[in-house]
T-cell receptor, first 116, second 114 residues
């Protein structure tokens, strides 16, 4: 089966500019996650969707970050305006919904953002 | 969420077993232990998970102590391609109780040497 697709793979922007990342999860996966991974650290969950509804966005900096998942399929994550500390890899992951039973999450390759 | 503690780095000789420890002394009775790994420049990859019994799949074995306060991931015959950061994670539920999220720590950098 096709994996989680993300684009672009790399992005360089100047601070105060805007940027958007796109994610297409594995077909049929109801749950979609966006993680931020700063160099040398483990991934940090930014937002989690169940279909097109948000179930956890407690660590999303809502003054500059936004995410949507229209129609419960693909998703976009936006940063506006970007700061230097937003330089990181942004990972998208998806998992099937099985009514609460444990399932694994499948990750994309990520988008490496550099803010200069 | 239960926290995990892992050594920052480990070395292993190619062809030997790699044993990666993880402490999770505050784990709750219904929380699972998951292991993921992340090879350089790739997204994390699921390896294995378990609740209380030992588990084995084609990639690895997971040994969980009887009191569930620690576990060990075993790669029986490590290869150079197993060089990666290995994350031990305790499954957490969202506040709504109906979804699960993965909270990553810093993991263990395993270096397999020729």
């Amino acid at each position: 089966e096709a994996g989680v697709a993300q684009s672009p793979r790399y992005k360089i922007i100047e601070k105060r500019q805007s940027v958007a990342f796109w994610c297409n999860p594995i077909s049929g996966h109801a749950t979609l996650y966006w993680y931020q991974q700063i160099l040398g650290q483990g991934p940090k969950l930014l937002i989690q969707f169940q279909n097109n509804g948000v179930v956890d966005d407690s660590q999303l900096p809502k003054d500059r970050f936004s995410a949507e998942r229209l129609k419960g399929v693909d998703s976009t994550l936006k940063i506006q305006p970007a700061k230097l500390e937003d330089s990181a890899v942004y990972l998208c992951a998806s998992s099937p919904w099985t009514g609460g039973a444990n399932t694994e999450a499948f990750f994309g390759q990520g988008t490496r953002l550099t803010v200069v | 969420d239960a926290k995990t503690t892992q050594p920052p780095s480990m070395d292993c000789a190619e062809g030997r077993a790699a044993n990666l420890p993880c402490n999770h002394s505050t784990i709750s009775g219904n929380e699972y232990v998951y292991w993921y790994r992340q090879i350089h420049s790739q997204g994390p990859q699921y390896i294995i998970h378990g609740l209380k019994n030992n588990e084995t799949n084609e990639m690895a074995s997971l040994i969980i102590t009887e009191d569930r306060k620690s576990s060990t991931l075993i790669l029986p015959h490590a290869t150079l391609r197993d060089t990666a950061v290995y994350y031990c994670i305790v499954r957490a539920q969202n506040s709504g109780g109906s979804n699960y999220k993965l909270t990553f720590g810093k993991g263990t950098l395993l270096t397999v040497n020729p």
